[in-house]
């Protein structure tokens, strides 16, 4: 009987055994989501942008409005758009130079000591292995170290790097004038062309567009040479601002929220490698943050909007020509005001800084049409934007005047120091990693500011200069009033409407802009030899880091 | 998959024979005849009933049998049970007797699992694409996993005809049931820097080269035809140990053929052609030994076959426009785009010649239980094309190129006629062994069934019911 007994106790407690487990176990989406919500918040602390946009994403299938998932979505395209940033500047900086040992460098040395390639290089043997990789990319590299023969090096790595010989430029720029691309002044004349030609087109592309029966290619030939900047502009065109509705309506929901969802992340930065910047912002994420968050992508979309409403297909080459070498403030000048004159007159790559519009052969009238509307329309949107982005920063400030909230342990907020919930005349904001701080009174000017800014281009309205001037004044910018004196007696106007040029674009983009900047570098040059010594440019001059290449 | 009919079948002659004779032996008390005995037997004149079960050495009180249940048609079974028994039918080259015929069917599945690489390495089916960083060269641009799933069945059904002792017709075919799922992971690398940090965004790229984001599921709706095939197998040597036999025939265009728009040749799709899909001529030849007595249950078996095919006119998928700027950057940037050719040129058809293909077997057979080695050699398909890039696109996803493959067959069939069914079930297992260029699959199982059927069988096969 007692063994009955404790039998039947054994099998009750199994019974409520098995039932706690049964109550214990998660629902599995609910467990998904959780995972994905802690994978995507760690994935933000080690700033995997792509990461935690994809692990946000997996959670927002599960729970669409989960404010975790919203703030997460919102905080890696943050991230995005500082990748992005950083993928401009690496695409500004051109294509991946190899970084060789120096053994790999004395070894090259050798082989262009043996084949005397060093004019074609340039370089010279006690020069080479302080200008060493030669602008060569690593299969470059590779094919030159490698190369059996010193043909094979001339044409193989060489043709990249290789001037066109002047025979060639002659015969490349009467093809060229042939097929009506000589058009001065818009580009260069006949002559002007043959003489800029070695700086302008490497072997590599010259020696193609000869090759191919020079005199049937027409302007439109996009095959010898490079025309990537186009490429790139239909890829930032087509996916830099896909994230930025998501950014506003979670966003705005998350503002809308009645009760305020702060989102707490241990280590979360804004940063660049190149140019180094960085931006810590650790800590609660509420209303200001969340402005400031949406003023970021708004300024990211007037830069592509901008950037891609501009015929931007340049000769990259003309950039490599100049090695600024044994620089001075003369050599610089010269050669930035001859970098920009090739961009600008280069007959291939026409229509420089224009508009941009369709520009291949098989373009209809009615594409190349619609392609000028788009390009037209991206101009307004940076204008647009540019407002939306003033008046985010304007809210941001509104928020952070009005924060009742505990300040310590906010990823942007005010120094507190009386503990009263309230931002006081002697309390500032600082992000020391910009080197900013900001009074109250100082955000009130700068509210102002943006306000004033995002009236203009949202709107259409004047800016009263004199106002501007005292808004400056006010955020402690007092040397700008000077800039905005300048502004009034160049204009001759007491308002002016910033968003004019977005909102009434010319066909002609930036182009006249920058033939102004070359009339200006020109002037500077022309003056360059009566510069005062604190200009400082043969700070610039590195040739002392050098070490000669010897046997 | 277009193998195993043949298999089946083939292994259904044998099994029939041999299972009959276990099923004879163990119930008429395994009677071994010589094949000189079972020539003399057969004669013209057909067997009676009380010739077959009173032969002059068996002991009186073992003569005196039961008749077999169900009346004639057990007494027929029987007999016929006998006529095969005595017929010398061992070895892969022997045919179906005169007038008789044999209706297969048959089941399969298997689980497609690796495949071997152009090295003989067994590798993932879609291995994952990762595309290294152009930027900064380090880490990756992005990581693009197919995540390729799925499973494969089919049913196989058959007809073999005895036109002569010597002379087999048979036509066979199948239908494939396929479901086959990708389930792509994109994990985003430097690709972010340009934006393109999910699924969506990546086939938003692959729309710019050119490409239609691709199908991600495929189910056969129930099932897909496969070929079909005509075949004549002639034995035309059968010794007492040897025994050859050749074989032609016709492969019909049966096939079910994948649509273009999401067919996995051209990596738009899991869909694939479930055979050749076009007029083939197919031969071969076998030769059996046989070993002596007592070993004669043991046989050793080789054979050759091959196949070849015509061209077919075949549609040729639609393609978006390629970005031509976008690929230019891309490649500026060192990435390989080469898979990217333009197809704006593709035209509305190609002409597809299926690969040829030459295959060896040996087989070693022990009473009802068959081992096999067979390894087959695939030539390259021709896809035939003025596009320059749609030729180029074929090459490069490179799913076409010659291969070959080596499996191990181990089959064992089981006879019903002790069920007074004339027929049996079969058994196959197959394991790749080595190959390249080439699926591998597992958990290839077959099971199959045959019933014998005499059609039109000439009087010395006859049964003659009694009292005729």
């Not at chain 1, 830069?303 to 409403?309: C, K, L, M, Y």
């Not at chain 1, 080459?317 to 070498?325: E, G, M, R």
């Not at chain 1, 990823?411 to 002697?426: H, K, P, V």
């Not at chain 1, 200006?520 to 030899?529: H, P, R």
């Amino acid at each position: 009987m007692k063994i009955m007994k404790t039998v039947i106790i054994a099998i009750v407690f199994a019974a409520l055994a098995l039932g706690l487990f049964a109550c214990m176990g998660e629902d599995p989406e609910e467990m998904a989501l959780h995972d994905h919500l802690r994978e995507g918040r760690r994935s933000l602390m080690y700033g995997d942008a792509g990461q935690a946009y994809n692990h946000f994403y997996e959670a927002r299938k599960i729970a669409p409005l989960h404010p975790q998932a919203l703030w997460g979505t919102i905080l890696s395209n943050d991230l995005l758009v500082w990748r992005a940033i950083s993928g401009m500047v690496d695409l500004l900086g051109g294509p991946y130079i190899y970084s060789p040992s120096r053994e790999e460098c004395f070894e090259g040395c050798q082989k262009l000591d043996t084949c005397d390639l060093w004019e074609e290089f340039r370089t010279s043997k006690e020069h080479c292995i302080a200008d060493c990789p030669w602008k060569l990319q690593p299969y470059m590299f590779e094919e030159l170290v490698a190369a059996p023969t010193c043909d094979a090096i001339r044409e193989g790595a060489g043709q990249w790097i290789v001037r066109t010989t002047p025979e060639h430029c002659r015969m490349l720029c009467e093809s060229l004038d042939y097929n009506g691309l000589i058009q001065p002044p818009e580009t260069y004349s006949l002559q002007e062309c043959i003489i800029n030609c070695p700086f302008m087109y490497v072997e590599k592309h010259s020696g193609c567009y000869l090759n191919r029966g020079y005199m049937t290619i027409n302007r439109f030939d996009r095959t010898c040479f490079e025309h990537s900047v186009l490429g790139v502009q239909i890829l930032e065109d087509n996916f830099a601002l896909r994230r930025l509705p998501e950014t506003i309506d979670f966003s705005r929901f998350l503002l809308d929220l009645e009760d305020e969802y702060q989102y707490y992340i241990k280590y979360y930065k804004w940063d660049m490698k190149e140019p180094a910047f960085e931006w810590n912002l650790d800590g609660r994420f509420s209303r200001p943050e969340l402005y400031l968050s949406r003023a970021l992508n708004y300024a990211w979309a007037v830069f592509i909007h901008f950037a891609v409403s501009q015929n931007l297909d340049l000769n990259t080459v003309a950039f490599d020509q100049y090695t600024w070498q044994g620089s001075t403030c003369k050599i610089m000048l010269w050669d930035l005001r001859k970098v920009l004159s090739h961009l600008l007159h280069d007959p291939i790559f026409i229509d420089a800084f224009r508009l941009k519009r369709e520009k291949w052969t098989e373009a209809t009238q009615a594409q190349i049409d619609a392609s000028v509307e788009r390009s037209l329309n991206h101009m307004r949107s940076t204008g647009l934007n540019m407002g939306y982005m003033f008046q985010e920063f304007a809210m941001m400030s509104k928020a952070l005047l009005g924060d009742t909230d505990r300040q310590h342990g906010k990823a942007l907020g005010y120094s507190d120091n009386n503990w009263n919930y309230r931002w006081d005349e002697d309390e500032v904001l600082e992000i020391p990693d910009l080197d900013l701080s900001f009074t109250k009174s100082q955000m009130f000017a700068f509210q102002e500011f943006c306000e004033v800014m995002a009236d203009c281009f949202i709107n259409g309205n004047e800016v009263d200069m004199q106002d501007l001037k005292l808004i400056l004044e006010a955020l402690g910018y007092e040397e700008y009033g000077i800039a905005v004196d300048l502004l009034i007696m160049v204009t001759g106007k007491d308002t002016i409407n910033f968003s004019y040029p977005f909102m009434h674009p010319s066909d002609e983009g930036i182009r006249p802009l920058m033939l102004e900047v070359e009339e200006l570098l020109n002037t500077l040059y022309d003056q360059s030899d009566s510069y005062p010594d604190f200009f400082g440019c043969d700070e610039l001059d590195y040739w002392e880091s050098y070490q000669p290449y010897t046997e | 998959m277009p193998k195993f009919m043949s298999v089946f079948c083939l292994s259904l002659i044998l099994v029939l024979v041999l299972g009959i004779g276990v099923a004879y032996s163990q119930e008429e008390g395994g009677e071994d005849k010589t094949p000189a005995d079972s020539e003399s037997a057969s004669d013209e004149t057909p067997l009676t009933e009380s010739e077959e079960v009173a032969p002059e050495d068996v002991p009186p009180e073992e003569v005196e049998k039961k008749d077999p249940p169900f009346g004639n048609y057990g007494k027929m079974i029987k007999h016929y049970e006998k006529v095969l028994m005595e017929l010398p039918l061992w070895g892969m080259s022997s045919t179906i007797p005169e007038g008789f015929a044999v209706v297969g069917m048959g089941w399969q599945t298997r689980r497609p699992y690796k495949r071997f690489d152009q090295d003989r390495k067994m590798v993932d089916i879609v291995p994952i694409i990762s595309v290294p960083d152009p930027f900064d060269q380090k880490g990756k641009f992005f990581e693009f996993d197919f995540g390729v799933s799925g499973n494969a069945s089919g049913y196989g059904a058959g007809v073999m005809y005895g036109l002569t002792d010597h002379l087999t017709l048979s036509l066979d075919t199948y239908w494939a049931v396929l479901h086959v799922k990708i389930d792509p992971i994109y994990t985003p690398g430097t690709a972010d820097k340009l934006g393109i940090v999910t699924l969506e965004d990546f086939y938003g790229m692959l729309e710019m080269l050119g490409r239609p984001r691709p199908v991600l599921q495929y189910d056969s709706d129930p099932a897909d035809l496969g070929d079909t095939t005509f075949l004549a197998k002639w034995n035309n040597y059968r010794g007492d140990n040897v025994a050859t036999a050749i074989q032609g025939g016709i492969i019909f265009p049966t096939a079910h053929q994948a649509d273009p728009q999401q067919n996995i040749i051209f990596g738009l799709g899991p869909e694939l052609d479930t055979g050749a899909g076009a007029w083939g001529a197919k031969g071969g030849a076998m030769i059996d030994f046989k070993m002596p007595a007592p070993a004669d249950f043991v046989c050793i078996s080789f054979m050759a076959e091959g196949a070849y095919f015509l061209s077919d006119k075949r549609d040729t998928p639609k393609f978006p426009p390629l970005e031509q700027d976008v690929k230019d950057y891309l490649a500026s940037q060192g990435i390989d785009v080469d898979i990217f050719p333009d197809l704006t040129d593709t035209g509305d058809y190609y002409y597809y010649t299926p690969p040829p293909y030459f295959a060896a077997t040996a087989g070693l057979s022990l009473g009802i239980v068959n081992i096999a080695y067979r390894h087959g050699f695939g030539g390259t398909a021709k896809y035939e094309s003025d596009s320059e890039g749609f030729k180029a696109l074929v090459d490069s996803i490179g799913l076409v190129g010659y291969g070959d493959d080596g499996k191990i067959t181990v089959s064992t069939n089981v006879p019903l006629t002790p069920l007074f069914i004339p027929g049996l079930l079969s058994f196959n297992f197959e394991y790749a062994t080595d190959g390249r260029n080439a699926l591998v699959f597992r958990d290839v199982y077959t099971i199959g069934a045959g019933i014998g059927i005499p059609i039109d069988v000439p009087d010395r096969y006859k049964f003659k019911p009694e009292g005729e």
